[in-house]
């Protein structure tokens, strides 16, 4: 059994996303939430709360579900649009500030569907 969860448009580029979401990929979903928990990057908090979410849609899909036999199967983050702003530098002119955005994509699943889909 599959669930997803998709975050868009979150605030923070998506090359800072991948170095917290390399770290839970493949990993079960408790030891996950420890990664995220003790994670100093600013998106960890992000990331944990969207793998809450996909718990969550895996229980309203199945119903009750043993987290501790669930893995992170695939996460990632796709560039968002990016909001440009204008500072103001010497003698007149302008240097544009890239605001990055993300969007980043996480799916569990079942342990014994995954080995099951690899054979």
Known sequence: MEAIARVRNLRGSARKA???LDLIRGKTV???QKILLFSKKRV???VAKLLKSAIANATVKKGKIDIDNMIVSTVYADDGPIMKRYR?????RATIVR???CHITLKI??????RGSES
Do not use: F, Q, Y
């Not at 699943?109 to 995954?114: A, D, G, I, T, V």
């Open 30 to 32: 408790p030891e996950a």
């Open 44 to 46: 960890a908090g992000d």
């Open 18 to 20: 991948r170095l917290v």
């Open 109 to 114: 699943l079942e342990k014994e569907e995954s």
């Open 99 to 101: 605001r990055r955005t």
């Open 88 to 92: 103001h530098r010497a003698h007149g």
